[in-house]
């Protein structure tokens, strides 16, 4: 128990600050504007660059980025990443911390006529209370 607590508490050290999460993803585009003169009419788009965000519902948010933001919300989606990482490894260290301490109480538990365990009750069966889910 005490090396997955450890573990636990080395993962909580590694996590970058939660104030910096950001949900979404970061897309590029090349867009057209239209213009028949433009360069991008025969060539290469206008590049443009959003932080795209799906909200419960379906309906997605874009946030066009300027270049001086692009990094700052990479990584701002690079924490977010990490800190989901982080929760689903807690979450399997907190299970199996949880198995070995059920463990623990049931080797401790007695039964009323004082025997060790999870044994076959000999005692009348109880009954279920009528109403209750």
């Not at 360069?39 to 948010?61: D, F, I, K």
């Amino acid at each position: 128990m005490k090396r997955l607590l450890e573990r636990r508490s080395r993962l909580l050290k590694r996590l970058p600050p939660f104030e910096e999460i950001l949900r979404g993803s970061v897309v590029r585009r090349l867009l057209r504007c239209g213009k028949p003169g433009c360069r991008c009419a025969t060539g290469e788009g206008h590049p443009a660059v959003y932080l795209s965000v799906t909200h419960t519902g379906g309906r997605t948010e874009q946030i066009s980025l300027p270049t001086a933001l692009v990094h700052r919300a990479e990584q701002g989606v690079a924490n977010y990443h990490a800190w989901w990482a982080a929760i689903e490894q807690v979450s399997a260290i907190n299970r199996e911390l949880l198995r070995r301490e059920r463990q623990a109480v049931s080797s401790r538990r007695t039964t009323p006529r004082g025997r060790q365990g999870d044994g076959p009750r000999t005692g009348p069966a109880r009954r279920r209370r009528r109403g209750m889910a």
